[in-house]
Every structure is written in structure tokens, then in C-alpha cells.
């Protein structure tokens, strides 16, 4: 390691933008310190909260507090959005000193420096910068309902559009439709339709992968949306008297995509053929640091004397649940199972009758914490009493169990769907495909629980086997200050966590090692889902929802419902199925409403 230098001055550039957000700390000869990777931030999106709380989450993440900021947002375009910005900034780093700015500015700084040339931004959008000494021209970047051109979120749109176009044809999806079915988890064309009624710009924009999977199919689409942004570039080159610029291409297309680049080159080129096309490797955040440092560079060195830190070598590096902090080699799901060696030796019948013996281990583990889990049900039963709500809060397996559990408890128990929510690592696609990835990452944990805005009176309840998921770990301190009551539901007796307090409960359910080591989607899934349905069931059950042991609440959202309802009126009342069906029908399907007129008028459902 580098020996430290006094009285080095380090200066953390942050670019925000509609994807995510970057915060780089370098120092005074541009050397990276560290990296923070965080959730999205255009300021016209998010409001002051929001934003303050996402930035108060990268600077508790930093590793030494640098006195000189560069904030670089997407968003910022006036003087009244730069005074917001400024505000804001001072909430978050009251002592440093600070620059504010467009994140355009931030990647020219990235991409040329202090050259003369054009950058063009292409990502989830689009816009041009062009700049010759005083000249200075930016085109596009007006949002994807009236601009954006060419990039992912167009390309994808007009993917989608010419999907449709050809379904219409011949009542036959195509292959770009059919693998769009598949990522998002739908069945048909009507419910695609019905997503991107709902769908953002960020879940549009991820299916532009998609686009260059099927380059065939799309070459028309991608050499469209290519020129259309190739012709902004050589009309900002023309403004700025640029004869033979040097363009640079910055953004997730032009890293990730290189049938992209050829033909944004191709396009260019053609109208600009002296022109010099590369792409950049810099990120944007690099350059508003560069800023940073170019504006305060003069500045008398800082009194506290910052250690030199060596660049994290790899991702998760940069979290505080690093795999070695995590300890998942001692996790007892990890282990190998002696019980189920030489599993490929076996013969079908034996490996069934091996799985189900393990499965059976589960129930006697889980009656061992039963007073855990009356606590974890009082706390939700009194929370629901009070007006709050439960979370579950998992990644992989225990979030897609968590959000299982919380979308059955509207029909089965006509709760509003805010009453018990399931949130899950990596968001709507995780639900169908592994985002293994997305459970690394504290900060995303806490900040899917801020937004959702839980105080006192929630229960959260964090899922992992491992008891050391950082997204869920971040999660529940997330909750723990809003002043929640928050459970960790685990089956690793070894689990690390710093939560603790009379708000919290530790649920470990011991399953030990699974016949497929490490597979926790069996013996631990089972227990998980077992848990779960106890805690809502029986919560549910207290709240006065289910008499005798009939659903009385339930919502006839089909027609299947409606007929469960009848029979169940049939049955506590004595009456026949029409008159039930009759009744029902008339109080709107509401079972309650029928049971309370009967209960008055002291007779039968007429």
C-alpha cells in the first residue's frame, strides 16, 4: 500500500442520474479513493425528502468525510434547480465545501476534460453537449416523453410499437415479444399491454437488452433511433463551429453495447466524416470530482489528516456486509449434508423418500420457537390494531416467499394492499429471475424501507437463511431508526447482525444443512413459508376476519371466490345456496354487510 501523504485534500464528485447514482472520492492527484454505488436521483423525480435522505445514505457510507463536494444531478437545468440543489447539499455536508451542476457537465468532464469536442449521453436517455472555448451547445436530455432519442428507454419503445405492429399482422408474437413475456414473467400480449400502461421509464429502458439480442429483427428500430441522435450531434458540432470534432460517448449503451456504438459511429460519420468517434471509460462521477478539484484546488490543505485507502478490488468490498464480514462459510445451510452423500449415485425413489425425511425435520424445529412467534404475532396483531402495517423485507427465495405471503392477504382477508407488503432485492423482476446481485447491497435495502415511509407503528420482519443478507440487514437498521419493531426471520444460529433492543426479535428456525448444500430454497424455504403463513393467518384470525374457521372477509374477485363466499354464508346460516348467492349479490359481495343485517334483523337472509 501506498504510503500516506499529510495533509492530502480528497474531493468527493457524485453524479446523479435517472439510473443510479455514483459518488467517487479522489484525491489531489485523481487517484480513486473510493466508490459508492446508490439508487437514482433526478431532482424533478424525487422531492426534497427523498432527496436528502439518498444523500445522507452515501455520505454515511463514505469512508472519510471529504471537505470539498461535487454534486452533478440529473434534473438540474435552472437557476431555481441549482439554488434547490445548493440548499439541499448544505443539509447533507453543513462543513465541505461544494460545486453544483448538470450531470451533462460532469460527464463532458469525464469524457474531454477541458477540451474542445462533443459528448453524447446515451443510456436509459439521450442529449448532446457540444463546447469550443466560450461556445457551449446541449440538445436533447428533455425527458423520455418528448425527447431521448435513440436511447434505451426509445429503443426499447419503438420495439415494443413495432411488437404490437406485427402481432396485429398476424396474431403471431415475435421473438423480441416472446423473450419480453418471459422477462417480465407474462403470459400474453393483453397482459404486456396492461404492464406498460403501469410500467416506468426505468422498466422500459431494461428491456433494451432485448433489442440488441434480436439485432435482426431490430436493425431498423437501432439504425432509427441511431440517426436520429447522430443528427443532434452534427447540429451541436454546427453551433459551436466544430469542423472536426472529437465525440465521445459516455452511458450504459455505449460501454455495454458495441452493435450500438458501430452504428451511432456510422451515422455520425456520414454527416461528419473528418469527425474522431471513441468512447469514454470514465464515469461521470470521475469528471464532477475532476470539478471539484479544479474549482477548490487553491484551496489551503485540510487540517485532518486523511489515510490513503487502496480502491476496493471488487464490489463487495464497498458494503459493510462483506462476504468475510457475513461469515456465510460457518452459515449452517452452507454446510454439507452427511445424511446426503453421493446424491447422484441415488435412485429417483430413494432421493424422494431422502427429501422428504429432511422436509419432516422442519416442524419439530419451528415448535421449538414457538414463543418467539407468539411475540412476532402480538406485535403484529397490535400493530394492525394501531394502523400499521407489515413488511417482509428478503432477496432470492425469502423475498419471492414474503411477497407471496403479503399479495394472498387481500383476497383471503379483503386487506388493503398497503396492510402487509412484501419487498424483494432487485424489485418487480426478481419475482421470476435471479437478481443475485441485488441482495448485496445495503444501501438499497434501507432505502426500499424509507420510502415506504415506515415509523413506529410497523412491523418489519427480514428474511434471509443466512441471517446476513446486506440488503435485508440495511433494511431492518433502516427500520430499527424509524422506530419500528423489526424481526429477523433466519435458520443460521450463527448469524451476524448489529440489531438488537426490546423493538427487536430474532426467529431462528435451525433447518441445518440442506440435501443440495447451500440450496435454501428447500428445508429453509419450507420453514420460511410455514412461518409466514402463521404470522398473517393468525394475525388475521385475532383482527375477527375468519369465524369458525371460514374466511368471512374474503374478496370474490372471481368467480371461484363468489362461490366460496356463497357456501360459506350457506353454512353459517342455514340457508339454501340461492338465497346466499341472492343475498350476496345484493350487499355488493360484501359477507360482513350480510352477517351484520342478519345479525340485526335477527332472521334469515331476506
Not at 452427511?338 to 419439530?364: F, Q, T, W
Not at 363468489?562 to 359477507?591: F, H, N, P, V
Request: glycine share 8%; hydrophobic share 40%.
Amino acid at each position: 500500500m501506498r504510503a500516506a501523504k499529510k495533509n492530502r485534500n480528497l474531493y468527493c464528485g457524485i453524479e446523479g442520474g435517472s439510473t443510479k447514482t455514483i459518488a467517487l472520492v479522489i484525491d489531489d492527484d485523481g487517484r480513486v479513493v473510493q466508490r459508492v454505488k446508490s439508487p437514482p436521483c433526478n431532482i424533478k423525480l424525487l422531492d426534497d425528502r427523498q432527496i436528502v435522505q439518498l444523500w445522507q445514505g452515501i455520505c454515511e457510507r463514505l469512508r472519510h468525510p471529504a471537505p470539498f463536494v461535487g454534486m452533478f444531478v440529473a434534473g438540474c437545468v435552472s437557476p431555481s434547480d441549482e439554488a434547490r440543489v445548493k440548499r439541499l447539499v448544505q443539509k447533507v455536508w453543513p462543513d465541505s465545501k461544494y460545486l453544483v451542476g448538470r450531470d451533462t457537465d460532469s460527464g463532458f468532464a469525464a469524457a474531454l476534460g477541458d477540451k474542445a469536442g462533443v459528448m453524447v449521453i446515451c443510456g436509459t436517455g439521450s442529449n448532446v453537449l457540444a463546447r469550443k472555448e466560450s461556445r457551449t451547445c446541449k440538445l436533447g436530455g428533455w425527458g423520455h416523453v418528448v425527447g431521448d432519442v435513440g436511447g434505451g428507454y426509445d429503443l426499447a419503445r419503438l420495439m415494443l410499437q413495432k411488437t404490437f405492429l406485427e402481432y396485429d399482422e398476424d396474431q403471431q408474437t415475435n421473438v423480441f415479444g416472446r423473450d419480453v413475456l418471459r422477462q417480465l414473467g407474462l403470459n400474453t400480449m393483453e397482459e404486456l399491454v396492461t404492464w406498460t400502461l403501469a410500467a416506468s421509464k426505468e422498466d422500459i429502458a431494461s428491456l433494451a437488452p432485448l433489442v440488441f439480442k434480436h439485432k435482426e429483427l431490430s436493425r431498423d428500430v437501432i439504425r432509427e433511433g441511431t440517426f436520429r441522435l447522430s443528427l443532434q450531434v452534427v447540429r451541436a458540432a454546427e453551433l459551436v463551429r466544430l469542423n472536426a470534432p472529437r465525440v465521445v460517448l459516455t452511458g450504459g449503451l455505449a460501454v455495454g453495447q458495441p452493435y450500438y456504438v458501430l452504428k451511432l459511429k456510422q451515422a455520425i460519420l456520414m454527416k461528419l466524416p473528418h469527425a474522431h468517434v471513441s468512447v469514454s471509460r470514465e464515469e461521470g462521477a470521475y469528471g464532477a470530482a475532476l470539478l471539484c478539484r479544479s474549482r477548490f484546488i487553491e484551496a489551503k490543505p485540510a487540517t485532518k489528516l486523511y489515510r490513503w485507502i487502496k480502491p476496493p478490488r471488487d464490489r463487495g468490498d464497498l458494503y459493510r456486509g462483506s462476504i468475510e464480514s457475513r461469515n456465510l462459510a460457518n452459515a449452517l445451510t452452507e454446510q454439507p449434508n452427511p445424511r446426503a452423500r453421493h446424491l447422484e449415485k441415488m435412485s429417483v425413489g430413494e432421493l424422494i423418500n431422502l427429501m422428504m425425511s429432511e422436509e419432516r425435520s422442519v416442524i419439530p424445529q419451528i415448535l421449538k420457537r414457538k414463543e418467539s412467534i407468539e411475540r412476532a404475532i402480538q406485535w403484529i396483531t397490535a400493530a394492525f390494531n394501531a394502523g400499521g402495517r407489515l413488511f417482509y423485507v428478503g432477496a432470492g427465495t425469502s423475498g419471492r416467499l414474503g411477497v407471496l405471503d403479503a399479495a394472498e392477504c387481500p383476497p383471503t382477508f379483503s386487506t388493503s394492499p398497503s396492510m402487509v407488503q412484501g419487498i424483494i432485492a432487485g424489485g418487480f423482476r426478481a419475482l421470476h429471475q435471479a437478481i443475485e446481485t441485488a441482495e448485496d447491497d445495503e444501501v438499497y435495502g434501507a432505502e426500499s424501507v424509507r420510502n415506504r415511509n415506515v415509523n413506529r407503528k410497523d412491523v418489519v420482519v427480514g428474511i434471509t437463511a443466512s441471517g446476513s443478507t446486506p440488503y435485508v440487514i440495511g433494511a431492518l437498521q433502516a427500520a430499527q431508526l424509524a422506530g419500528a419493531r423489526c424481526i429477523l426471520l433466519t435458520c443460521n444460529p450463527v448469524a451476524p447482525t448489529e440489531l438488537k433492543g426490546n423493538r427487536f426479535l430474532k426467529l431462528l428456525v435451525e433447518t441445518g444443512p440442506e440435501v443440495v448444500a447451500g440450496s435454501t430454497r428447500l428445508k429453509a424455504g419450507t420453514a420460511t413459508k410455514l412461518v409466514l403463513n402463521m404470522l398473517t393467518t393468525i394475525s388475521m384470525i385475532r383482527l375477527g376476519k375468519v369465524k369458525d374457521n371460514l374466511m368471512t372477509d374474503v374478496q370474490p374477485s372471481c368467480e371461484k371466490l363468489q362461490d366460496r363466499m356463497t357456501r360459506i354464508l350457506k353454512k353459517l346460516c342455514g340457508s339454501s345456496y340461492e338465497e346466499a348467492w341472492a343475498a350476496l349479490k345484493k350487499e355488493g359481495w360484501s359477507l360482513k354487510r350480510v352477517l351484520e343485517k342478519k345479525s340485526k334483523n335477527r332472521g334469515g337472509l331476506a
